[in-house]
């Protein structure tokens, strides 16, 4: 591992692929920001980010594009704006501490979408776990772009949400944020979908009741 402790990094754009970032250990480091992604929508996922660490580090603009990210422990970072994780493939990711405003979402474009949905869906066939979230702390989560039965949570505040059962829903019949959970979970790329009722958010006791509400209903657990 390559350790880095309390530098400050520039902001740097990585569009590359095949490559492979790896082996790096950040803590209390300030990133500027940057962008991480192939050059083109790549099905085969070659472009990894592998064996990394951050502990305790502050970042600016961040994007992630078509990344596979292996092995990958962030443990509180602090950042202005949502840190966009669009289209990006997880295998035993660990999210920890105070995250702020994480979004895991498909590829916002369609034909991209069609090359690297199938793409991920394949590669999770071969992966155990996906994304750990127990000790993770959100201002803000969105986790639809990563299969709900792969990710490690906190059954009291982190709920897995059926997309046939939210498709199936009454949805005249549920509070306002239950059915904004509800039309989101009905139209998410995998049968289950993890939604995280934000700790460090002032509507997160809103959230929260919104999805005991689902789970009575049998749409979460």
Known sequence: MHKHEKEE????????????????????????????????????????????????????????????????TVDTLSHPKPVEIEACVCSHVVLRGR???????????????AVLAPAAAKLYEDVDWALDITEAEFSDAELWDIPGHLVRRDPETQFLVHRAAAAAAEIDTLSIDAQLIVERAAE?????????????AKSFREQLDALHELRGLGIAE
């Open 9 to 72: 990094l520039e902001y740097r754009k990585i569009i590359e692929s095949p490559a492979t970032i790896a082996d790096l250990d950040f803590e209390r480091c300030s990133f500027a920001g940057g962008v991480v992604m192939p050059p083109a929508d790549d099905p085969a996922y070659e472009l990894v980010v592998r064996n990394v660490v951050l502990r305790r580090c502050k970042a600016g603009n961040v994007e992630l594009y078509g990344v596979r990210f292996e092995d990958v």
């Open 99 to 113: 995250v702020g405003a994480v979004h895991f979402r498909p590829a916002v474009d369609d034909d991209a979408r």
């Open 188 to 200: 998410a790329p995998y049968e289950t979908s993890v939604v995280a009722a934000p700790t460090r």
